[in-house]
């Protein structure tokens, strides 16, 4: 939440800053602001509420001077409304010489502010954030030493912040701090970059550095100097990004969510990749952190996890448990932490998430390492937060993901959890390892089917088209299905605010059903018909109780189901796989559907409203 980038070098600030403020728009468009230091030493400041465009516009109307350091920030608020005097850079001390950008929320704000004000300061917003900006250029003013007054003031902040300062005195450095809020660093030749995350500046340079708890960054031009609170040098770890600037742009699509749509199949094969042998065993180099010994010892797996990633989370347990027989329970990381839960040193945690930076997740995380258990990610962010802090890391290789709502980290999430179960059990050695290289080798070829459902998506969007006025959706699904509907109403929910709720199929006749009448649409993710077992019928008699109350039928169905085509008005195939990997595929169309719904709308798809893609806050 919040979007923040800095820069100090040769190059046109603003454009870095702009460049980097778009690109960093996921995080917060409650409102969006630049402050630059001109060559001949002043600072001016642009802020406006709503989107960057509005920055832009007021830019446009009040130039700024060509500048060479300056920060940048895009705004989901806290404190305060979206306002334009809400809206960051907040100045400090009585000339205002000092900006300060803030992102996530500095919890003793009220006792700090009471100090100031007690010695006559005025504030001139609502935020929490102005408070570090007046103590900050205050003991400036006594020492005369911005490095030395900004470690002074971040060591008394409480909770979770990135700041980042300039100050017109001392106008070649940019000061950063961080504790429990994403930093990362940007190396460049003669210039250097702070953002909230690497798509801040990817486009300028690919050499990067994770800045790490409680650490404290001097940028300049030619040097970048890390330290920790309490004024010990610290030798940072450089990383390379693995993608470039082209992944995160739009290209030549109507938003980022429909390109990240399209981008499923190359997610899921990346994601795959080098970690599948064609004979369909799992390979996995990056949990050196995990011995064989700790994985045969496991008593219980909890996977902590929050909205679309804890429904990876619920996909994944029906496999790891299938194969691994290792007890899975899937809990929201916020209520996880809260109910004293019952970990042991056999406990290992799975967190997934796509930004790594969850503050919910990664409290959980933490409150389990306390504990004695071990953590194991499946994230999508290089040098995140919960990769640096967990004992191993599958990364999902989807790319930057850009739309706030998430499609392609989901679908690689779901594959990331599928080859952990895999390989669970390969070690655990509780299945035959001939069935579980026969998963294995379906995996393989769920790249080719997911872009199979993709080529022919135009059913989902047209059907998600015509029922731009529908008041209300519901999804069902049984066994891997249930997950897939919750994930279908929750795209709904915050792509076209309509209301839509995911049901397992079963649990309608014990109340839900009540809601159905004439012409209620539902969606229905159909199992496979084809396995022993199959659930097949039982959720076509559900179809049919529903049917016979009034409901309207969209169905998911494998490929060759033809009975289906009996019981609803609509069937959407998708291809035949092993019956646990189906939610790779069924979840698409409906990914498809919300953004052809919210889209016709007319809504922001990429942007919902009251929302933010990195939720950093507790
Ligand atoms: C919904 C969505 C969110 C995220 C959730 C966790 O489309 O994107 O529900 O899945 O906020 O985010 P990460 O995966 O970054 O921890």
């Known amino acids: 939440m919040c979007g923040i980038v800095g820069y100090v070098g040769p190059k046109s600030t603003l454009d870095v800053l702009i460049g980097g403020l778009r690109r960093l728009e996921y995080r917060g468009y409650d409102s969006a602001g630049v402050s630059v230091i001109s060559p001949d030493g002043h600072l001016e400041t642009r802020k406006k509420a709503g989107k960057l465009v509005n920055l832009v516009a007021e830019i446009e109307e009040h130039p700024l001077p060509t500048a060479h350091i300056g920060i940048g920030h895009t705004r989901w608020a806290t404190h305060g409304a979206p306002t334009d005097g809400n809206a960051h850079p907040h100045l400090g001390g009585q000339r205002q010489k000092l900006s300060l950008i803030h992102n996530g929320i500095i919890e003793n704000f009220a006792e700090l ?34 490095a030395k007054a900004f470690a002074s003031v971040v060591v008394r902040l409480h909770g979770a912040f990135t700041i980042l300062v300039i100050h017109e005195d001392q106008p070649d450095m940019v000061l950063a701090a961080r504790r429990n809020a994403p930093l990362v660093i940007g190396l460049g030749d003669g210039e250097n970059f702070l953002g909230s995350d690497v798509a801040a500046f990817v486009e300028h340079t690919k050499r990067a550095i994770s800045v790490g708890q409680d650490e404290i960054v001097i940028l300049r031009a030619g040097s970048v100097e890390v330290r920790s609170f309490d004024g010990k040098t610290v030798q940072p770890e450089e ?18 969510m429909a390109k990240e749509i399209a981008d499923q199949p190359q997610a899921v094969a990346d994601t795959l990749m080098g970690r599948l042998n064609s004979d369909g065993s799992v390979r996995l180099t990056e949990t050196d952190g995990l011995s064989h010994e700790d994985i045969k010892n496991l008593e219980r797996i909890i996977i902590v996890a929050c909205g679309t990633a804890s429904y990876a989370g619920d996909i994944a347990k029906y496999g790891i448990e299938k194969w691994s027989r290792i007890p899975v329970q899937v809990e929201l990381s916020h209520e996880f932490r809260y109910r004293d839960p019952i970990i042991t040193k056999n406990t290992l945690i799975v967190a997934i998430s796509q930004s790594g930076e969850t503050m919910d997740t990664l409290m959980a995380i933490r409150y389990a390492k306390e504990l004695g258990a071990k953590v194991l990610a499946i994230c999508n962010t290089q040098g995140a937060t919960l990769a ?24 690689a999430q779901i594959t990331a959890g599928y080859l952990l179960g895999l390989w669970l059990a390969s070690i655990r050695g509780a299945v035959p390892a001939a069935e579980l290289k026969r998963v294995g080798i379906d995996l393989l070829k769920m790249p080719g089917r997911v872009s199979q459902v993709i080529a022919g998506l135009e059913q989902a969007q047209r059907l998600g088209t015509s029922m731009a006025d529908a008041k209300s959706v519901l999804f069902l699904g049984r066994n891997v299905g249930f997950p897939v509907a919750m994930e279908g109403a929750l795209k709904l929910k915050e792509l076209a605010y309509i209301h839509a709720e995911g049901f397992a199929a079963g649990e309608l006749k014990h109340g839900p059903i009540a809601l159905i009448e004439e012409g209620q649409p539902v969606i229905v993710i159909v199992p496979s018909p084809r396995d022993e077992d199959s659930l097949h019928p039982k959720v076509i008699s559900n179809i049919q109780e529903i ?38 595929l069924t979840v698409i169309p409906l990914q498809a559907f919300a953004l052809a719904l919210s889209t016709a709308k007319g809504l922001d798809v990429d942007q919902p409203r009251n929302l933010a893609k990195s939720v950093t806050v507790e």
């Open 113 to 146: 502010k009471a100090e100031l004000v007690a010695e006559g300061t005025t504030f001139s917003s609502e935020t929490d954030s102005e408070v570090a900006a007046h103590l900050i250029a205050r003991e400036f003013e006594k020492s005369g030493d911005l």
């Open 239 to 256: 990383f390379t990004v693995d993608w470039d600037a082209s992944a995160a742009s739009k290209g030549g699509w109507s938003s980022f």
């Open 547 to 584: 049917r016979a109350r009034g409901a309207k039928i969209i169905a998911i169905a494998e490929e060759g189901d033809e009975q289906v085509s009996n019981y609803a008005e609509n069937v959407i195939f998708v291809p035949r796989c092993e019956t646990l990997l189906a939610p790779i």
């Open 388 to 411: 640096r802090e967990s004992d191993a890391v599958i990364y999902t290789h989807a790319g930057p993901e850009v739309a706030v709502a998430s499609t392609k980290a989901l679908t």
